[in-house]
């Protein structure tokens, strides 16, 4: 009894214990670690936090240092949103909330359907659709200005929502499709197989049964395509006009009291009030936005 008592005694003694050296380690790696974070954190907010400051100041203060607002005033949001002045800022609200909404909702119906056929079916030249629908993101902007203005105008599009939304769907389409492809291909299909089973069809299966558990990755990418759809600028300066110009384009056409001066705090003001909308929806939805994008990236 002695005997096995002493050798239980020793076994537990002899457990690994961490040394000095690898718990140094370790608190030196966490602290690397949240550095790390930290100074992602402000070169991201740093942005934000001085366009807020500067909104909230007396425009004759615009270019002060201070960190704080100094003479804290909602005056620049009220010329901002001045029915009267040039640039009609909350028709700008408006048509950004109708491009960026029409273009969300017509991607994600074909880029659905798209990224279920890629996931789903095998076919001759999959793998160069996709090698093409991928290109298509990487193609420049700027190469595109010119001949769509042209093609537009021949058509007499200028100006009018479709010529501002058919270009937006080309350039989020090649995202909706990356992402719901590679979640799709995650999803188990026995479930799919099953509901035919039991007598749904095709359809039936992928509305009633697919679609649902989609779900995260549908909202992850309808924010996406929105967030990107508002931001967008190089294209809706040529092909909008005064009537369905987005709040980027608005904001570039602020006007002050004096031709001569830029409205700075004006147009903090404007980007501060485009910026809290989509701030507030990315954290309402943020448990959606994360699983969808980390969904598909963990095989069983």
């Given amino acids: 009894m002695t005997g096995t008592i002493t050798a ?22 966490s602290i690397g670690t949240y550095l790390g974070v930290a100074i992602i954190i402000v070169w991201g907010l740093a942005p934000c936090y001085w366009m807020v400051v500067t909104a909230l100041r007396d425009p004759s203060e615009t270019f002060s240092t201070s960190l704080w607002p100094t003479n804290p005033t909602l005056q620049n949001f009220a010329d901002a949103l001045d029915p009267d ?36 079916f095998e ?14 993101s990487m193609f420049p902007v700027v ?26 769907i080309s350039f989020v389409l090649p995202l909706t499709v ?11 299909w026995e479930l799919e197989e099953a509901a035919r089973m039991d007598g749904a069809t095709r359809g039936q299966a992928f509305r009633l049964v697919m679609l649902p558990l989609a ?18 600028y190089l294209l809706m300066s040529q092909l909008s006009s005064e009537r369905t110009a987005p709040v980027t384009v608005a904001m570039a056409r602020f006007t002050g009291t004096d031709p001569y001066v830029t409205p700075y705090a004006s147009i903090m003001a404007g980007g501060t009030l485009v910026m809290v909308p989509l701030v ?3 954290l309402i939805f943020q448990r959606r936005i994360i699983s969808g994008l980390t969904a598909g990236g963990v095989k069983s």
Avoid at 8 to 29: C, I, N, S, V, Y
Avoid at 143 to 168: E, H, K, M, R
């Fill in 178 to 188: 990356y992402t719901l492809t590679s979640f799709f291909s995650e999803l188990p």
């Fill in 8 to 29: 239980t005694e020793t076994t537990a003694d002899e457990t690994p214990r961490p040394g000095p050296k690898r718990a140094r380690r370790f608190r030196l790696g």
């Fill in 215 to 232: 779900a995260p990755a549908l909202f992850t990418t309808a924010i996406l395509a929105f967030i990107a759809t508002v931001n967008e």
């Fill in 280 to 282: 507030v929806m990315v």
């Fill in 85 to 120: 002045a040039k640039v009609n800022f909350s028709r700008a609200l408006m048509n950004s909330v109708i491009i960026a909404g029409a273009t969300t909702l017509i991607a994600l119906l074909i880029g659905v359907f798209t990224a279920y056929a890629l996931s789903r």
């Fill in 143 to 168: 190469a595109l200005v010119t001949p769509l203005f042209q093609l537009f105008t021949d058509i007499g599009w200028i100006g009018s929502y479709q010529a501002l939304i058919i270009p937006n």
């Fill in 123 to 136: 076919f001759r030249g999959k793998y160069f659709v996709t090698g093409i629908i991928l290109g298509a």
